[in-house]
């Protein structure tokens, strides 16, 4: 499925990843329905989809209250066309220890990362069901399959998240419906989370390296969105090894992160920047765009996720290679 002239949503449009799906929405002529809470960041995210080529209309709420989805939804197709595809992307996060996150700041996070993800998804299957057609991406993450220290609430969120798209899903396919739904599982991404997400550490949060640009990110959640029979995409090696060591080695992964994980969380000569945007959007005064400040460490492309996306080509020349080695061999 082309997205060109699409009408796509996309929670968390105002920065990070929801910010370069965005971007790239626009230079594939979609017509873009962005959702956030900060004025500022999309506004300037509208404007970059116009410059790209595409349409553009902004949607402020917040994804936590079902009502004002429910609302965003229902005048986006009333100005925008029927919603062919919705991606959700929006969350908050809190980097400190379990027992340093308050009981209220923890169920702010879980209704941003999970309920956002849940309510996206009931407004968009009310009005796709009844068209019996749509697309619903879940942007993700490797967390969700493997937590690790001072990220309880995001972790814990995006567990649940896999668990309710998997049920989703279930239900989808015993009605027939021709609603698709899929989850992208995604790297560390240098996005503007490490800089006005929550922060009670002594030093500065970062993604665990390898990092990736959110464009890397975004060019795999669009082509989900392009290929909804594949129920998951893995996106960077890291996911895919983290993934698969959480499968066959979930003790060893403990305690290697029990060891190394909160170090490798900070940034040894930098404090956090006492930006929070728990509680009310960070880019009221200030456009924070798609990358975090980790762009000298971030590497721009995936091999792993073009392999991933051409996965015939890559099983064929694996074949021939073989069968190339085999007669090599026999020839010896």
Same mark, same amino acid.
Request: charged residues 20%; aromatic residues 6%.
């Given at each position: 499925?082309?997205?060109s002239?699409k009408?796509?949503?996309?929670?968390?449009?105002s920065?990070?990843?929801?910010r370069?799906?965005?971007?790239?929405?626009?230079?594939m002529?979609?017509i873009?329905?962005?959702?956030?809470?900060g004025?500022v960041g999309?506004?300037?995210?509208?404007?970059?989809?116009?410059?790209?080529g595409?349409?553009?209309?902004?949607?402020?709420?917040?994804?936590?209250d079902h009502?004002q989805?429910r609302?965003?939804?229902?005048?986006?197709?009333?100005?925008l066309?029927?919603i062919?595809?919705?991606?959700?992307? @929006?969350?908050t !996060? =809190?980097?400190?220890?379990?027992?340093?996150i308050t $009981?209220?700041?923890f169920? *702010?996070?879980?209704?941003v &990362?999970y309920?956002?993800?849940v309510?996206g998804?009931?407004?968009?299957l009310?009005?796709?069901?009844?068209?019996?057609?749509?697309?619903i991406?879940?942007?993700?993450s490797?967390?969700?399959y493997?937590?690790?220290?001072?990220?309880?609430?995001?972790?814990g969120a995006?567990?649940?998240?896999?668990g309710?798209?998997e049920?989703v899903r279930?239900e989808l396919?015993?009605?027939?419906s021709?609603?698709k739904?899929?989850?992208?599982?995604?790297?560390?991404?240098?996005t503007p989370?490490?800089d006005w997400g929550?922060?009670?550490?002594r030093r500065?949060?970062q993604?665990?390296?390898?990092?990736?640009q959110p464009?890397?990110?975004?060019?795999?959640?669009?082509y989900?969105?392009?290929?909804?029979e594949r129920?998951?995409?893995?996106?960077? @090696?890291t996911t !895919? =090894?983290t993934?698969?060591?959480?499968?066959?080695? $979930?003790?060893l992964?403990? *305690?290697?992160?029990?060891? &190394?994980?909160?170090?490798?969380?900070?940034?040894?000569?930098k404090a956090?920047?006492?930006?929070s945007?728990?509680?009310?959007?960070?880019d009221?005064?200030?456009?924070y765009?798609a990358?975090?400040?980790?762009?000298?460490?971030?590497?721009?492309?995936?091999v792993?996720?073009?392999?991933s996306?051409h996965r015939?080509l890559?099983?064929a020349?694996?074949a021939?290679?073989?069968v190339?080695?085999?007669?090599?061999?026999r020839?010896r």
């Open positions: 499925m082309s997205l002239d009408v796509v949503v996309v929670t968390g449009a920065g990070g990843v929801g370069s799906i965005v971007q790239q929405l626009g230079d002529g979609s873009v329905a962005l959702i956030a809470r004025e999309l506004a300037s995210a509208a404007v970059e989809v116009g410059v790209g595409g349409t553009a209309k902004v949607f402020t709420a917040d994804v936590a009502e989805v609302r965003a939804a229902q005048r986006i197709e009333e100005e066309g029927p062919d595809v919705w991606i959700n992307v @929006a969350f !996060a =809190v980097f400190a220890p379990f027992m340093e $009981p209220e700041e169920e *702010r996070a879980t209704q &990362t309920l956002g993800y309510w998804t009931r407004a968009a009310e009005v796709m069901k009844p068209r019996d057609r749509g697309v991406v879940q942007a993700g490797a967390l969700s493997r937590a690790i220290p001072l990220q309880s609430a995001y972790c995006k567990h649940a998240i896999r309710f798209t049920s279930t396919l015993a009605e027939g021709g609603v739904i899929t989850m992208v599982q995604l790297p560390a991404l240098n989370q490490f929550l922060a009670k550490l500065h949060p993604p665990v390296p390898p990092i990736y464009e890397v990110a975004a060019q795999a959640v669009l989900a969105a392009e290929h909804p129920r998951e995409f893995w996106v960077g @090696a !895919a =090894v993934i698969m060591a959480q499968r066959v080695a $979930p003790g992964l403990d *305690r290697y992160l029990g060891k &190394t994980g909160v170090k490798a969380q900070q940034v040894d000569d956090p920047t006492g930006v945007n728990l509680w009310e959007p960070a009221e005064d200030a456009d765009g990358h975090g400040s980790f762009d000298d460490r971030s590497h721009p492309r995936s792993q996720v073009w392999m996306q015939r890559v099983i020349a694996s021939a290679l073989a190339a080695a085999v007669m090599a061999l020839r």
